[in-house]
């Protein structure tokens, strides 16, 4: 796998990785990762990493009787995430990664090579590793990065951006197999290459996160008031999700007995600490990153979660907090826009509330009706689909059933229509 997160992030596209490199592992493949030091969300080397210099390094994730074998390069970190600094980012470690990849052109062969992007550039290494060692080539898009880039305006030049569109179609032209995580990134992609996108969403472990009772009880754990209805938002704290409408809505609602945390790290947070002290805002609250052991008693404490993010970014990112909130049985107040992925899969299965992009006066007024009445068949149906859709075994044991028999899903994806595969034996010669 060729990624530029990895474990021990905490969260985002890194957590995904290492669950799904570690579960291939137990299931009997041979696994070997190339991606970063830890980063993310901080945009600074992560522990226990601080002091491990600027070189590339080699370590092992153990996974029961199997090992991930890891291969750490090192890249261009920026503290202030700008959009140019992102694209310097992305190829400092594209460029780290190259050389790494071409060592392992002068090993033993792997049969597959995935690339999980962004960063997008990834894509090359795999069509490399390909040529070269015959492997199949999987494209894996969690983020549709350029258009995000183009999107919000963080990449303005048309010359680059057009350079960045042509290495992509380049990319998806020359993969085995192109995957993604929702139905609106699958249709977008689909317009730029002439072959089906195979399914794979993001999972939960539903058995670490599940509903807890004792809200006044979490509540006085976290540091909070048993009286205050809690409002959450946790998550990157980047400019995508728009968070200065959180602020906006504790302003309009100061006089409630509401109270809103915001729980993460991220390039914009210290910006949102000046507009909080700016507007002398007493019912805003920041949060580090929660430990892993204690993540789950901290999303039960909420009584309202927040999945926000602009209107311009909708179907160009799916939000993975989503499936941990979903699984917790949380109350999830969502910005979607009608008719795309998001709106629909919450609309369909009726497990969340929905509310334009960028409208404030729609996103206060339904926080404040979430605390006044009763959305107790919202929260079993979250819980429920978590459960039925979105187990880490049941999402890559079908992923890998399509791609190791060339299944792929037909133009239209359906939640719904999603299937529980059963436990397949693998072929012990297989690596990826």
Known sequence: MLGGNY???????????????????????????????????????????????????NETQPADEKKVRIYRCPHYIPTDPTGLKRIISDFSFFFSALIRIFLLLFTKRFDIVIAVVPPFQLGLL??????????????????LQI???KELKMIKSKWLLDLMFRLEKFILSHADYVSSISEGMISKIMERCNKPVVFFP??????????????AILKKRFGVSPEKNVVLYSGAIGEKQGLECILYAAEKLQDHDIQFIICGSGPYKEKL?????????????????QAKQDFNDFLNMADLHLVLQKADATDLVMPS??????????????????????????????????VEPGNQTALTETILSAFRH???????????????YLTLDNVIQKFMIDIESAAVI??????????????????ESTTI
């Open 7 to 57: 474990v021990p992030e905490p969260t985002g596209i890194g957590k995904y990785n290492g669950e799904m490199m570690a579960w291939l592992a137990k299931a009997g493949y041979d696994c070997a990762v190339i991606t970063s030091y830890p980063y993310y969300p901080h945009w600074k080397r992560q522990n226990p990493y601080e002091k491990a210099g600027y070189w590339y390094s």
């Open 126 to 143: 795999g069509v490399l590793y390909k040529w070269v060692k015959g492997a199949k080539f999987v494209y894996h898009i969690q983020d």
């Open 147 to 149: 258009d995000a880039a």
């Open 202 to 215: 993001n999972w939960v472990d539903t058995e670490t996160f599940y509903p807890v009772d004792s809200k």
């Open 273 to 289: 600490t000046k507009l909080v002290k700016g507007m002398k805002l007493h019912n805003v609250t920041f949060m580090p990153l």
């Open 321 to 354: 907090k989503l499936s941990t909130i979903l699984s917790v049985g949380g109350l999830a107040l969502v910005t979607a826009p009608k008719k795309t992925s998001l709106y629909n899969i919450v609309s369909r299965h009726d497990m969340g509330l929905l």
């Open 374 to 388: 009763s959305y107790a068949t919202i929260q079993v149906n979250a819980r429920r689909f978590a459960k039925d």
């Open 410 to 427: 037909k133009t239209t994806v359906s939640l719904s229509g999603s299937r529980k595969a059963e436990p397949q034996a693998v072929p």
